[in-house]
């Protein structure tokens, strides 16, 4: 062995450069007020016509955490437990009262399909609508239109006034759009998944391709067993706090203990 190998094997080995999280949430707090009213004498309302007395809700109250590149984050927890509201304050909807959120990179936030739809307007031309509230470029759509058309299936009522469209069929078109999306950090609500139950399955199959090709994933479901295959670790949210954090059997066996080994079936939150 050289003298210049031999100093190269002696020498320490330098720590490989860890990149920084691709989302990073610390301390996360964000409150509602809701109005209290309770009945009142004649004699109080003149004497204090006020209208009833502000109480705060905590949405969320001091959650922390933090995403790096190649991970998929699973959120659970009861009805209310501000699950929803987690993910439109990472998407940038909802600005926190306090703590920070730090995002590197841009997110697609796939949380409501069809938001801004104009009911008056044909299907075709609501699919560039709402491809804009998406910040898709028209020329994307244009290149993709006949794909939106066809994986939607609504065939010739794509051009019919969508006041004639069922909520299905909305829910079809918004979905066909935002799946032509390539997305690097990605928001998804699971229980989206429109349509009957073999549109249900094409639609998870466009959802997994979508998620191979995101640098991060971030996936509210009411169903343990799709965490546990497409996932890295989870957060449990209990009353807007977090509960347990970590990778995710860990964190999904002491949910599952702890609902009694049922899947909880999650509604939407208000």
Same mark, same amino acid.
């Given at each position: 062995?050289? @003298?210049?190998?031999?100093?190269?094997?002696s020498? $320490?080995?330098?720590?490989?450069?860890?990149?920084p999280p691709?989302? @990073?949430?610390?301390?996360l707090?964000?409150?509602? =007020?809701?109005?209290q009213?309770k009945r009142?004498?004649?004699?109080?309302?003149?004497?204090?016509?006020?209208?009833g007395?502000a =109480?705060?809700?905590w949405a969320?109250?001091g959650v922390?955490?933090?995403?790096h590149?190649?991970?998929a984050?699973?959120?659970?927890?009861?009805?209310g437990?501000?699950k929803?509201?987690?993910?439109?304050?990472l998407?940038?909807?909802?600005t926190?009262?306090?703590?920070?959120?730090q995002v590197?990179?841009e997110?697609? $936030?796939?949380?409501? #399909?069809?938001?801004?739809?104009?009911?008056?307007l044909?299907?075709?031309?609501?699919?560039?609508?709402?491809?804009? #509230?998406?910040?898709?470029?028209?020329?994307?759509?244009?290149r993709?239109? /006949?794909?939106?058309?066809? #994986?939607?299936e609504?065939?010739? #009522?794509i /051009? =019919? $006034?969508?006041r004639?469209?069922?909520?299905?069929?909305?829910a079809?078109?918004g979905?066909s759009v935002?799946?032509?999306?390539?997305?690097?950090?990605?928001?998804?609500?699971e229980?989206?998944?429109?349509? /009957?139950?073999?549109f249900?399955?094409? +639609?998870?199959?466009r959802?997994?391709?979508?998620? =191979?090709? +995101?640098?991060?994933?971030?996936v509210?479901?009411h169903?343990?067993?799709?965490?546990?295959?497409?996932?890295?670790?989870?957060?449990?949210?209990d009353h807007?706090?977090?509960?347990?954090?970590?990778?995710?059997?860990?964190?999904? /066996?002491?949910?599952?203990?702890?609902?009694?080994?049922?899947?909880?079936?999650?509604?939407?939150?208000p």
């Amino acid at each position: 062995m050289t @003298e210049e190998a031999r100093e190269k094997a002696s020498a $320490p080995s330098r720590p490989r450069p860890v990149s920084p999280p691709l989302i @990073e949430v610390r301390n996360l707090k964000l409150w509602y =007020q809701l109005q209290q009213h309770k009945r009142r004498s004649v004699k109080e309302v003149l004497l204090s016509p006020r209208k009833g007395s502000a =109480q705060v809700h905590w949405a969320l109250n001091g959650v922390s955490f933090q995403c790096h590149e190649g991970e998929a984050l699973g959120i659970v927890g009861h009805n209310g437990a501000g699950k929803s509201t987690l993910c439109l304050v990472l998407a940038g909807i909802l600005t926190p009262d306090t703590g920070t959120v730090q995002v590197r990179g841009e997110v697609t $936030p796939l949380l409501n #399909f069809g938001a801004g739809f104009n009911r008056e307007l044909t299907g075709r031309t609501n699919a560039y609508l709402y491809a804009s #509230f998406l910040g898709i470029p028209h020329r994307v759509v244009d290149r993709r239109l /006949d794909d939106i058309i066809a #994986f939607s299936e609504l065939g010739n #009522f794509i /051009d =019919q $006034p969508m006041r004639s469209y069922s909520a299905g069929m909305k829910a079809r078109l918004g979905f066909s759009v935002a799946s032509i999306l390539d997305p690097k950090i990605m928001i998804l609500d699971e229980s989206l998944a429109p349509g /009957d139950l073999a549109f249900k399955a094409k +639609s998870r199959t466009r959802m997994m391709e979508m998620i =191979q090709h +995101s640098q991060l994933l971030i996936v509210v479901s009411h169903s343990c067993a799709l965490l546990r295959q497409i996932c890295t670790h989870c957060l449990w949210l209990d009353h807007g706090q977090t509960r347990l954090f970590g990778e995710v059997h860990q964190v999904l /066996d002491a949910y599952e203990e702890a609902m009694g080994g049922e899947e909880i079936l999650d509604l939407d939150e208000p």
